[in-house]
Nanobody
Framework: QVQLVESGGGLVQTGESLKLSCVLD????????MNWHRRLQGGMRELVAS??????TYHDSVKGRFTVSRDYERNAMFLQMDNLNPGDTGVYIC???????????????WGQGTQVTVSS
């Protein structure tokens, strides 16, 4: 069974930081591409950040404040979020495209989501 384990959400004040983690709990796979999505208050869903090889992209609203990173040895991805504001409040969900080591097949998996709340 493949599981993405998310952690790091919480309640912070405007201007503070949080770091989200997402770990692939299965050594049968290796990381291929990574995405962080968020579901904002009101239900709108956004792609916050993506990383595929050396290419990293960010939603315009988080450029300069959020940084995505990875650790291949730990099969983990991270989202460092600085200078948070109330508009960042939502559920953050990781998504990994992983490669099965034995046959190279690519598969996609989703984390359970972690709540980030930023108070003014």
């Amino acid at each position: 069974q493949v599981q993405l384990v998310e952690s790091g959400g919480g309640l912070v004040q405007t201007g503070e930081s949080l770091k989200l983690s997402c770990v692939l709990d299965n050594d049968e796979f290796s990381l291929h591409a990574m995405n962080w999505h968020r579901r904002l208050q009101g239900g709108m869903r956004e792609l916050v950040a993506s990383m595929n090889g050396d290419t990293t992209t960010y939603h315009d609203s988080v450029k300069g404040r959020f940084t995505v990173s990875r650790d291949y040895e730990r099969n983990a991805m991270f989202l460092q979020m600085d200078n948070l504001n109330p508009g960042d409040t939502g559920v953050y969900i990781c998504n990994m495209v992983v490669r099965r080591r034995r046959n190279g097949v690519l598969l996609g998996y989703w984390g359970q989501g972690t709540q980030v709340t930023v108070s003014s």
